[in-house]
């Protein structure tokens, strides 16, 4: 017995000194199919996995950028490093005025530190942001040494910067740094509380002026968007365009968080939407149940151009770059793929492909329905409706190319100009 009460003393101590790790499930990829974007959507992005630190999805990580007001997350975590009396009532002064986005308050307006850690990231206040500065003891110069100090600290060797609020088009960073100091400053309950809050209101103490903030995280404002926010903060500026730092899971309760980073997007609906659709997307294609994918093996040898079926369904997908197209109808077997052999394959198989649109007939097709006498020329994936039988004859078409398919499948189509004499110039006939 005195062995075993040893043996329990020595584990105690061990660890006492080398606390027991918690193993987060590493996220394992079960669907194919990238992210899509265009070059037009945003300047660099990336996703993390916030507990297990996995990348899922990056593009330009490592490009530098302005980060514009995304630089107030540095600045929130050196103050609050700094242990501030957060009840204690301060003076906003004129010193702390650098333009853009302020909280409107007149010189010498007082509030309490939370007031103003608030202001600063739920309304990304640029007065209350450099305030930091003066109100630390350091000045805002020795506050700007003592960010780029703990961003060297946090492993960013390009971020750099200049000013406290991110005015200074001269401030730079990385989406994958942004990573790193996002999730520094969201792992102090002083500033994700703010960054995950989306309206604040406060009094200013010397005028019992009631101020009210709303976050300029619109992913915090619609409830329905299928995002528990935890954590973000944006910034803007015309050189850097629109930038966002967000911390998501599926739902409160949910562990699947993701750390995700979007810059340079053209817009705000753009930034907001690419990183909705990120999060989605990484939920999708991810699984967290900690078992490595053999099913996702299998699916990545299936060929492109592949016809695939479950065995319990008649439906039927073809394959392209891991992404399966549902096929509406026979009659795309029949045009398309006549003598084609179907593979049945393991309805999981089938399900590790992402679902893209409903396959479609190729530009230049002519179509009818059954049940209609309209002919419709396909063009840019639109039916043009052949207003006579003068247009139709008159582009040089003969009657047995049309393919009749049934109405449900052309009422999938958006319907373009229709086709008359005197408009065929603008038909592009394409060879087939």
């Given at each position: 017995m005195k062995y075993l009460r040893f043996f329990c003393s020595?584990?105690?101590?061990?660890?006492?000194?080398?606390?027991?790790?918690?193993?987060?499930?590493?996220?394992n990829r079960v669907v194919l199919g990238d992210f899509a974007?265009?070059?037009k959507d945003f300047t660099s992005a990336i996703v993390m996995d916030v507990n297990s630190k996995e990348i899922l999805f990056e593009y330009n990580a490592d490009k530098a950028?302005?980060?514009?007001?995304?630089?107030?997350?540095?600045?929130?975590?050196?103050?609050?490093?700094?242990?501030?009396?957060?009840?204690?009532?301060v003076a906003l002064q004129e010193v702390d005025e650098v333009g853009g986005g302020r909280l409107r308050v007149d010189s010498g307006a007082t509030l309490s530190i939370q007031d103003l850690m608030y202001s600063a990231i739920v309304g990304s206040a640029n007065n209350a942001a450099t305030s930091f500065g003066r109100l630390s003891?350091?000045?805002?110069d020795g506050f700007i040494v003592a960010m780029n100090r703990k961003v060297r600290d946090l492993g960013c060797t390009t971020s750099y910067f200049e000013d406290l609020a991110g005015m200074d088009v001269d401030n730079r960073t990385t989406a994958r740094e942004m990573l790193a100091i996002a999730s520094a400053a969201f792992a102090r309950p002083e500033i994700q509380r703010p960054a995950?809050?989306?309206?604040?209101s406060f009094i200013i103490r010397n005028t019992g002026e009631l101020k009210k903030l709303t976050n300029t995280n619109d992913l915090l404002l619609k409830p329905d968007n299928g995002l528990y926010v935890t954590g973000g903060k944006t910034g803007f500026l015309y050189e850097s365009l629109n930038n966002l730092v967000v911390r998501v899971k599926p739902t409160a309760s949910d562990t699947r968080e993701l750390l995700i980073v979007v810059l340079g997007s053209p817009s705000r609906a753009d930034m907001f939407a690419t990183a909705e659709r990120l999060a989605n997307w990484s939920w999708v294609s991810y699984s967290w149940d900690g078992a490595p994918s053999s099913v996702l093996a299998e699916a990545a040898q299936i060929p492109d151009g592949t016809l695939i079926k479950k065995p319990d369904s008649p439906a039927v997908?073809?394959?392209?770059?891991?992404?399966?197209?549902i096929l509406l109808d026979g009659v795309f077997l029949d045009h398309y793929?006549?003598?084609?052999?179907?593979?049945?394959?393991?309805?999981a198989v089938v399900e590790a492909f992402a679902s893209a649109r409903p396959y479609t007939f190729d530009d230049g097709e002519l179509l009818k329905s059954p049940t209609n006498s309209v002919v419709y020329f396909v063009q840019h994936g639109m039916l043009r409706p052949i207003s006579s039988e003068a247009a139709f004859l008159s582009m040089g078409w003969d009657w047995h190319q049309i393919v009749i398919a049934p109405q449900f499948v052309l009422d999938t189509y958006s319907q373009g100009l229709a086709i008359n004499t005197l408009n065929t110039d603008s038909v592009l006939l394409t060879s087939r």
């Open positions: 020595l584990l105690t101590a061990v660890f006492a000194v080398f606390p027991i790790a918690v193993f987060a499930a590493v996220p974007f265009t070059e950028w302005v980060p514009a007001s995304l630089t107030k997350l540095v600045g929130a975590l050196v103050f609050t490093e700094r242990q501030p009396a957060w009840d204690a009532i003891g350091l000045g805002v995950s809050t989306a309206e604040y997908w073809y394959i392209w770059k891991g992404k399966k197209y793929f006549s003598g084609v052999p179907i593979l049945t394959a393991p309805a």
